[in-house]
Every structure is written in C-alpha cells, then in structure tokens.
C-alpha cells in the first residue's frame, strides 16, 4: 500500500488546515484493518508523533501539544485519513507525514510503523 499526504501550505497563526492521507494499492489487506498515524519533522528536529487513529476510527490518541486543536479522522470507504488543525501556532510548522501501523490501535512510535508516505509541509506564519 501506497500513502500519500496533501493539503499542507502557509497559514496564519490561529488558522485551519485539514490534511489528507490517501491509500492506494493493497488497501484492502493493508490499510483498512491498520492504525493510522500523522508524524511530523520540523528542520533539525526529530520526527515527532502528531495522533493517531485505530483501524475502525473507534480509538484516537493526540500528542499533548496539539490536544484540543488537532483532530484525527478516517473515512475507511474512502481510504482516507484526514488531519484537521484549528488554532495553529507557528511552532506546528514541519513537514507532516502519514504511515501505516502495524497494530490495529495506532500506536506513538514512530517504530511501530512501515509505508511512510511522502509528506506535506505546513508552514504557520504571519
């Protein structure tokens, strides 16, 4: 299976973007019965986990920095996951990606997953 992330662009402090991740290939055996996670790497830093959601969208999990702000979704018929930023601050600037869990549930660790999509970069700034 294939990811690939669009939607990234330049946004005002305190503005909105939604993030798509869409699958291709062997979704039906990969993607679908996976967790989905959103990562993200700003310059010079490592890569940071964002959220993630469970293979039916029934669990989701959120890095403490963008709790309340960030929300994780996935439309499974679709084989879409989207990632929509409200109150975004300029330090969300990074280029975000999306991957493939190997668990059910999703999981923080960057470890816990393969098919890494090519990201999108998001930059806050006035």
């Known amino acids: 299976v294939q990811l690939q992330a669009s939607g990234g662009g330049l946004v005002q402090p305190g503005g909105s973007l939604r993030l798509s991740c869409a699958a291709s290939?062997?979704?039906?055996?990969?993607?679908?019965?996976?967790?989905i996670g959103w990562f993200r790497q700003a310059p010079g830093k490592e890569r940071e986990f964002v959220a993630s959601?469970?293979?039916?969208?029934?669990?989701?999990s959120y890095a403490e920095s963008v709790k309340g702000r960030f929300t994780i979704s996935r439309d499974r018929v679709k084989n879409t996951v989207y990632l929509q930023m409200n109150s975004t601050k300029p330090e969300d600037t990074a280029v975000y990606l999306c991957?493939?869990?190997?668990?059910?549930?999703?999981?923080?660790?960057?470890?816990?997953?393969?098919?890494w999509g090519q990201g999108t970069q998001v930059t806050v700034s006035a």
């Open positions: 991957a493939v869990s190997r668990y059910a549930s999703g999981g923080s660790q960057a470890g816990q997953y393969t098919n």
């Open positions: 290939g062997r979704t039906s055996r990969t993607s679908s019965n996976n967790g």
């Open positions: 959601i469970s293979w039916n969208g029934g669990a989701t």
